[in-house]
């Protein structure tokens, strides 16, 4: 059973390669583009659903990890933005003490998610076959995220709150930082948000572990405050 299961889930390569901006790219975007139309659709059910589905996808990962890869990969540790904000949707609607921050951690849930969306480079760089389970899983994920976040701000409440959508930001800053500084080791970096190397290569590696972490907070919550601006442009104007 093993074997059967690994050579269904194994990253193949040879035939045709996943690219960024290539056909395959852009047909997650655009089904991305149609989960949030069809959640708009039904935004009484549909955000939720779209996000309590991705987290579904990200707990089933740790399953089959080890029958696709042979290990479980550390870095899909609830580090990253990505995933963190996958499972604090989830527990945000469910854990009552959550439930102020809900629009914040969507909001951060969708920036880091769409990022990705626009440019996985992490799935690029292995060179896989775009429909290995590697690619289908991690677009998948972030194609859902992305919709489901987005959904939930434009119809749920909560845009004004930036004094929490602040405190979300510079927590998961250092919840990143935690996990690298308990993770990384001489032979691998995670890198995890961001907060000890620049992935653009432009600061020093000696620098960027006390430049990173206050630059991330600046920028997704700037980023967040235009996303919010837009989100109310566009309520206004439905």
């Given amino acids: 059973m093993y074997s059967v299961l690994h050579d269904l889930l194994a990253d193949r390569t040879g035939g045709a390669v996943f690219r960024c901006f290539g056909p395959w790219h852009f047909f997650w975007i655009a089904l991305a583009a149609v989960v949030f139309a069809l959640a708009v659709k039904r935004p009484k059910r549909m955000p939720e659903g779209l996000t309590d589905l991705a987290f579904g996808l990200y707990i089933l990962d740790f399953f089959l990890m080890p029958l696709a890869y042979g290990e479980i990969d550390i870095e899909k540790l609830p580090f990253h933005a990505c995933t963190a904000m996958c499972v604090m949707v989830f527990m945000s609607r469910r854990v009552k ?107 020093p590696v000696e620098i960027a572990p006390f430049v990173m972490p206050i630059l991330n907070i600046l920028l997704f919550f700037a980023a967040g405050m235009a996303v919010c601006k837009l989100i109310r442009e566009v309520r206004h104007a439905l």
């Fill in 97 to 203: 003490a959550l439930d102020g921050f809900r629009a914040s951690f969507a909001l951060l849930g969708f920036l880091s998610n769409f990022v990705y969306l626009l440019y996985p480079a992490g799935v690029m760089w292995h060179g896989v076959h775009p429909l290995t389970y590697r690619v289908i899983q991690t677009l998948g994920f972030h194609a859902l995220m992305s919709a489901g976040c987005l959904s939930a701000l434009l119809f749920e409440g909560g845009l004004d709150r930036w004094k929490r959508h602040l405190a979300v930001v510079a927590g998961m800053t250092l919840w990143a930082m935690l996990g690298n500084w308990a993770y990384n080791s001489p032979e691998r970096i995670y890198n995890w948000f961001f907060v000890v190397r620049d992935p653009f290569g432009i600061l």
